[in-house]
């Protein structure tokens, strides 16, 4: 019995290893970053050691609180979905013919995906269109609303930047359709090869160290430093370099934060290119077990105001269930904060047109459980 037992149990760890194998080798995952440009890769000097590293000191979670997170994430009773449908102003590109009289609109389109327009160019931050942010289709966080704004109504977008490589902010099939509409990608260092195995020309992918600047279709984009982490498997994290975004044009500056953590960063940020007249900074999936990886919707406004920011849309939230938290405590929380701080603001619903000076919604949407 014994043996046959032994052989039952090295059967199952064969074909679990097969499995493994198999799932590691979808293309969801990504590729190794050796990206085009490997040299600027080790050369970083944010980089030590095969990995990426923060500017600050920075922990994944905060020393001797492992079994409080498991504890919370398997017992919390929070109201991490809602109870309700969320509502949406659903567009299409039509909505998109005219360009904002202001020159600066954007759309939040869910989670940290928004569509930046600037005198007429059209940014789109971390595509995430998917009904899953997951590897696999069948599993994972789902969505609590479909985007207002489909991938099939979507209109010309000049670039597409990438914060990270995690997948509720790079999504395999949202790329392959803005890869297969001509767009140009600006991404952090080592980003270039998961863009490869997906699809996207080499020509179209433009990938920048912290600060280093690239031109495109009359837009100026850097990638500022962000504290956060990468990785789109168990193992071989911080492969592939993350980063916020700034984008300039003649008349406007625009912040978007990524993920990240709070960063002493932020202030030099704001002294060398605001202020800006618009930022996006993420307000979700905080705890305070991973504080330095992930701000606080207090964060958020301290982050805005040390950029110079003069009004706020906060992003990353209310579209997936990835904390702790209840789906709408970020909003509750930034907009006592943002009061507070006599921040300029606005929550929009997902769809709702931003154009600051013109159109700032301010409707509490968001506040039913």
Partial sequence: MPRI????????????????????????????????????ITGSPNYAAGKFKNLEVTHMLQPGTFWQMLQHSLFGDEQRVPTHAIPVVRRTRADYQTPAASGLRATWIGHATTLVELEGRRVLFDPMFSERC???S?????????????????PHIDIVAVSHDHYDHLD?????????????????????????????KLARINELDWYDTATIAGLRLLATPARHYSGRGIIGGDRVQWASWVVLSTHSR??????????????????????????????GASDPTWAEIHMSPEDAVRTHRDLRGKLLLPVHWATFNLAHHAWNEPAQRFVAAA??????????????????GVNEPRNVWWSKP
């Fill in 172 to 200: 395999m099939e949202s790329i392959r359709a803005l890869a297969a509409q001509g767009a140009e990608f600006v991404v952090p260092l080592g980003m270039g090869a998961h863009l490869q195995r997906w699809g996207v």
């Fill in 134 to 136: 997951s590897p696999v």
């Fill in 5 to 40: 037992l032994f052989r039952i149990a090295f059967v199952a760890l064969i074909l679990a290893g097969l499995v493994v194998l198999a799932t590691f080798s979808l293309p969801s995952f990504g590729a190794a970053p050796l990206g085009q440009r490997p040299a600027d």
């Fill in 339 to 356: 009061a507070a701080q006599h921040v300029a603001y606005v929550v929009p619903r997902p769809g709702e047109l931003v154009e600051p």
């Fill in 254 to 283: 625009v912040f978007f934060s990524g993920d990240s953590g709070y960063s002493t960063e932020f202030a030099r940020i704001g002294q060398h290119f605001g202020p800006f007249d618009l930022t996006l900074i993420k307000i």
């Fill in 138 to 154: 069948f599993a994972g966080p789902k969505r609590f609303f479909p985007p207002p704004l489909p991938l099939v109504e979507l």
